[in-house]
């Protein structure tokens, strides 16, 4: 505990040094800031992340807001566009399909394949798939990103923190607004909105969206062909407003989206030092920050994402209290086919099934016609297959595909009741329920040359045979209830005190057929036995249970100033990995050394947090001080498993991480139209226990970054009586990061040598946005540049330690465009 609390001194000595030290311009409430400056006292932005009106200094905790102001001036439409404004959270996404996106706050973070730690809340709506977390949500008129355990108020998967966001509602009088950009990669952005009356008491939006890029990448083998990263997608957004009457409102959404584009953006690279040095090849030990990245798969990756979302929400005002009943309806269905990682096995050189020689054949046929090809070190392309070591994702046939698919329909209610604002106690209560009906594929195929099936399974005579296939339906029943009390002892001492008690219900089932592999003469399933005696993996059943407080303590000295501290406990469920893999990686891997213990159940994830701050306005400016300490229970881990069974991808837990640091941001106004937003985070970790991989006790927290450093200068004046300039740069500093909990250290592979992941750390990177333009009233044009230096980063690192290697996907690179806007 010692170390925990001078580190966390440290972090506030350095956090106010920033504050006083660094020269400032000024803030406007146009920056994205915990505690934004305001004119006058009714100009303060109201935010509603704690499921009540109040004032962003009142709130007791670390709270971002970005206005509608904000958000048009930073260009932000998307989750990724505004999280890179916040310190201390970082996000991945789009690396593997459109619908993995995880984001880490203060060192918690939402796994993939697992439920978020993240909460998502759309116009009061609790979303239920995580998938949906970076895709456009419809117009947006405020983002509030509330940091630390939300689970007392919002329950499941609020283990790190909540994102709140508000979208267009109808207007009194008929409006509309358009926006169109156009930028480097071929990369066009199209929206539209509508709102206004339809009748008396009965308003309306509707809203529209286009987005395509070719994408920064290129596929050497198809002809330079974008098919890596590009991807188009459109939207449509509907919502109507009723007054019942006169106490009863009613407020229905629809949202249906479609997505396709490019899949498992990610390059192999090698950690196998021995190789290296008896080969001469350095690249068999590459330090992933020094990658140059080559695409060059015989195969066009393909991803494909459908959303449907309904909502419908009613309140109605009592005389003493307000009741806010809500349903809603999600289906959001995710598939992608792309090339394989089997090569390096020689899975389909060799074959037991006479249908299925073809394969053999193929593979044989096109290494031998890659003779020369440029390849990337250290593939070569030997006389045979047998002699080639053509690793993932190659031009070749010999590696095989895979098709994955993740659907996921739930129906979800809430019932709340609360009093009317403005007493010295006020309370709230209510119930929700869940059912979530959720399916995961992930089948390895061969690939003849004949195109690749999109299903589960394919028979042995098939165009393109299974040699692997998980396949697994889950079912959940989640149920809560909740209640809250807020009570102003005196006019500055506020006490808050909220309760929530949760229990999912999960049950799996498994689909995969008693059948053979072709190829190796095993199970399909390599869960299901070994050799020939396969055995159907019966279902299973788990019940998870969690009680979530949160305690919240404020109190105000003097008319802009608040010290406040909370302590909370959060919760994400655990669940099923495909089942089969505790299995899969005992037999492959136990025997080579490794010390992996990995479940088919996961359990249950636990954050315990603190946090102190103090937030207020000195003068010109706005400021705002955080120190926390979070400790986290079976933290729940992503790991990517490779090897003779192809690939597997699993979720595992960390016993317990120990998670510390500190923040500060402050916002300055100086001079008219100059403002400076600063914001930084310090984050300091401790995997303090780790069954799953015991020789990992002490190593970092993964995805977690030591620190970020956001900066963001403004300028924004009258030029004459009828046009506005703008000019804002946007600098975002993230910390050295390690993703996989080996770390600097050595592990034994299926190579026979042991592999060092010394080198499997990202490095520090900064990141240049630059926007100017010039307005009226009613429009704007504006010219805009992202990573504007071109600066190399990697958005993911995935260590499969057994392997001997490492799947790494590239950052976003510059890109310039023009951006026209319009409002009625």
């Known amino acids: 505990m010692t170390k925990i609390f001078m580190s966390t001194a440290s972090c506030f000595v350095l956090s106010i040094a920033m504050i006083t030290a660094t020269p400032v311009w000024a803030a406007t409430d146009d920056a994205p800031s915990a505690t934004p400056i305001q ?133 009194d009088t008929l409006t509309a607004g358009a926006k169109v950009s156009y930028a480097s990669q071929n990369t066009s952005y199209g929206s539209a909105w509508v709102a206004g009356p339809l009748v008396p008491g009965v308003g309306f939006v509707a809203e529209g969206d286009f987005r395509h890029t070719d994408g920064f990448y290129t596929n050497q083998y198809l002809n330079n062909a974008h098919v890596v990263d590009n991807q188009t997608t459109w939207n449509l957004n509907g919502r109507l407003t009723a007054d019942l009457d006169y106490r009863t409102q ?61 909502s419908a929400k009613i309140t109605h005002d009592f005389d003493a209290m307000t009741l806010t009943t809500w349903a809603a309806y999600s289906d959001v269905r995710n598939s992608l086919v792309a090339d394989g990682t089997s090569a390096g096995f020689q899975m389909f050189t060799t074959y037991v099934n006479p249908a299925v020689a073809r394969a053999a054949s193929t593979c044989a046929s096109t290494t031998a016609a890659l003779t020369g090809y440029p390849l990337p070190s250290p593939t070569y392309i030997g006389a045979t297959p047998a002699t080639s070591l053509v690793g993932a994702y190659s031009p070749t046939t010999c590696d095989g595909a895979q098709y994955q698919r993740r659907t996921q329909r739930d129906v979800s209610a809430e019932i709340r009741l609360a009093s009317k604002p403005g007493n010295a106690y006020n309370w709230q209560a209510g119930i929700y329920y869940l059912h979530m009906d959720r399916r995961v594929i992930v089948a390895s195929k061969a690939d003849e040359g004949l195109g690749i099936e999109q299903q589960a399974y394919s028979a042995p005579n098939s165009v393109s045979p299974n040699n692997q296939l998980f396949d697994d339906t889950f079912h959940t029943d989640a149920y809560a209830a909740f209640a809250s009390g807020d009570y102003n002892i005196t006019d500055a001492f506020n006490v808050d005190v909220a309760l929530r008690y949760d229990i999912e219900e999960r049950r799996d089932i ?12 095993n199970c399909i399933n390599p869960g299901e036995g070994t050799g020939n005696v396969c055995s159907a993996i019966s279902g299973d059943h788990r019940t998870f249970r969690q009680l979530e407080p949160k305690v919240t303590l404020r109190y105000k000295f003097g008319p802009q100033a608040t010290l406040y501290a909370n302590w909370g406990v ?36 636990r954050t315990s947090a603190f946090e102190a701050g103090i937030k207020g306005r000195i003068g010109p400016v706005d400021y705002a001080l955080a120190g926390y300490y979070t400790r986290v229970t079976n933290m729940q881990f992503f790991e990517f498993f490779v090897g003779k069974f192809a690939l597997l991808r699993i979720v595992e837990n960390i016993d317990r991480v120990d998670l510390w640091g500190g923040e500060a941001s402050a916002n300055i106004k100086l001079g008219k139209g100059f403002s400076l937003a600063v914001a930084g985070n310090l984050t300091d970790s401790e995997i303090k226990k780790n069954s799953a991989r015991p020789d990992t006790v002490g190593n970092k927290s993964p995805y977690t970054a030591n620190y970020t450093l956001n900066v963001g200068p403004q300028y924004d004046a009258p030029i004459s009586k009828s046009l506005n300039a703008m000019i804002r740069v946007d600098y975002r500093l993230t ?5 996989h909990v080996v770390q600097a250290q050595t592990n034994p592979t299926i190579f026979g040598v042991p592999g060092d992941y010394s080198g499997t750390r990202r490095d520090a990177y900064g990141i240049f946005d630059v926007r100017a333009g010039i307005s009226g009233e009613k429009w704007s044009l504006t010219a805009f540049g992202t990573n504007v230096l071109n600066k190399h980063y990697l958005t993911e690192i995935m260590p499969a330690v057994e392997f001997g290697g490492t799947f790494v996907s590239p950052g976003a690179c510059a890109q310039y465009g023009l951006e026209l806007s319009w409002k009625y």
Not at 153 to 168: K, W
């Open 39 to 171: 004119s006058g006292p009714d100009s303060e932005i109201t935010v509603t992340a704690r499921r009540m009106n109040e004032k962003l200094s009142d709130v007791p905790a670390s709270v971002t807001v970005l206005s509608e102001v904000a958000l048009t001036r930073a260009g932000v439409t998307r989750a990724q566009d505004f999280v890179k404004l916040i310190p201390g959270v970082t996000i991945q996404t789009g690396a593997t399909e459109a619908g993995d996106t995880t984001i880490n706050i203060r060192g918690v973070n939402s796994a993939h394949d697992a439920e978020s730690s993240v909460a998502l809340v759309v116009d009061g709506i609790l979303r239920t798939n995580s998938s949906v977390l970076n895709q456009d949500q419809g117009a947006l008129t405020q983002v509030e990103v509330l940091k630390g355990p939300q689970g007392a108020i919002y329950g499941r998967d609020a283990a790190a923190g909540a994102i709140v966001i508000q979208t267009r509602k109808p207007s």
């Open 250 to 310: 009613l407020d229905v959404k629809g949202h249906f989206g479609r997505l396709s584009g490019g899949a498992v953006n990610y390059n192999a690279v090698f950690n196998l030092p021995a190789f290296a040095a008896s080969t001469g090849i350095a690249a068999y030990n590459e330090n992933v920050n020094d990658h140059t990245f080559v695409y060059n798969n015989n195969i066009a990756p393909n991803n494909t994402q459908k959303i449907t979302d309904l």
């Open 510 to 521: 498994n689909n995969v057929p008693v059948v053979l592999d072709p190829f190796s003469g």
């Open 570 to 605: 959060g919760f994400k469920s655990g669940g099923f990995n495909n089942q089969g893999s505790a299995a899969i990686v005992a037999n492959n891997f136990r025997p080579i050394g490794s010390d992996a213990n990995i479940q088919d159940v996961y359990k249950k994830e």
């Open 735 to 739: 910390g050295p990061t390690w993703f």
